[in-house]
């Protein structure tokens, strides 16, 4: 069975971290700091001890609020704003055409009608369908899009496809 020799130190930030070395009869070293909603229980008793005298009931209240004060940074970070919102929007619409396709089809609809319809060859009708069908698809992404952003706060998970799909 193999022994360790535990050292543990208090840090000097508020919180309280330990800073733990442990060292096996083999001479290999392994270090890792402990914060103060560490589960110690599986840990040398000396380094228990040493949290127990320095995690006391402000420091964990301390560490608490540091930990609430971190998580509300996150979600202020994290939180949809209309600039991503409408990223989402533009990803959802390229995906259907990206902008190279959209002008592109946009000339070529243009040439099409400037011939008439009555010349259109059954190819060209089809990608004619095509087209309305993405412009449709389009259209019903950027309508969801304007509902999202009317809505306070916009949800979460905007970029969920419940949001942008009809079903």
């Not at 096996?24 to 229980?41: M, N, T």
């Not at 940074?73 to 991503?84: D, G, S, W």
């Not at 959802?92 to 060859?121: H, V």
Request: proline share 4%; charged share 30%; glycine share 2%.
């Amino acid at each position: 069975m193999t022994s360790f020799i535990y050292t543990a130190e208090v840090g000097k930030q508020p919180c309280k971290p330990v800073s733990v070395k442990r060292l096996s009869e083999g001479g290999e070293v392994h270090r890792y700091v402990l914060w103060p909603d560490a589960d110690i229980s599986n840990e040398d008793t000396k380094v228990q001890a040493i949290c127990d005298a320095a995690w006391t009931e402000d420091i964990l209240a301390l560490w608490q609020k540091e930990l609430d004060q971190k998580e509300a940074a996150l979600i202020l970070v994290n939180a949809p704003t209309i600039e991503k919102l409408k990223a989402e929007r533009q990803r959802r619409i390229y995906q259907i055409a990206d902008p190279d396709k959209q002008a592109y089809y946009s000339r070529l609809m243009i040439s099409w009608l400037e011939l008439g319809k009555e010349t259109w060859t059954s190819d060209q009708i089809t990608q004619v369908e095509a087209v309305r069908a993405g412009n449709t698809a389009i259209d019903a992404i950027v309508a969801k899009a304007s509902l999202l952003e009317a809505m306070d706060p916009i949800p979460a998970d905007y970029q969920n496809d419940k949001w942008w799909t009809n079903e």
